[in-house]
């Protein structure tokens, strides 16, 4: 166990290993991992349920290559579609296919559990207090804010 005042970097490190050990075995069923499903669930929340893919890169804080494999991953599936941009050849439009949509809406709940027993017991003042250091941690690693 760590001292109070024990290594942060190191506990939240033990934090996001233990975030996506739950929500992954939670999504084992359907064959998916955590980052895949925050993909879909951030298409999930946007206007058409598609965006740039160039948006879901800046967001998820990954190189173009990365996005590539996941995106593959996800069409493999049926749960995305890659189109081409109308106006703009060289970019990619990411869409939500309907099945995409359907897993979306049945997984909200599911990842709302994992959140829920992450957050146990922190009133909302220490859960919002939390988020901005978290936030501000990340700032002065990345010179970001994160999203």
């Known amino acids: 166990m760590l001292a109070k005042d024990g290594d942060i970097a190191f506990r939240i490190k033990l934090i996001d290993e233990a975030v996506k050990a739950a929500a992954n075995a939670a999504l084992q069923q359907y064959g998916l991992t955590l980052v895949q499903m925050r993909v879909i669930g951030f298409l999930g929340n946007r206007e058409g349920h598609a965006c740039p893919q160039k948006d879901l890169e800046e967001a998820f804080c990954v190189r173009h290559s990365t996005m590539i494999g996941l995106i593959k991953r996800l069409c493999a599936k ?70």
Do not use: F, W
């Open 78 to 147: 049926g749960l995305v579609a890659a189109e081409t941009h109308p106006e703009d050849r060289r970019k990619r439009i990411i869409r939500l296919t309907e099945r995409g949509e359907a897993v979306c809406r049945e997984l909200k709940g599911l990842l709302l559990d994992v959140r829920t027993r992450m957050l146990n017991g922190l009133t909302r003042e220490e859960i919002d207090r939390l988020s901005e250091l978290l936030g501000r941690v990340y700032a002065n690693l990345t010179d970001k804010t994160p999203q």
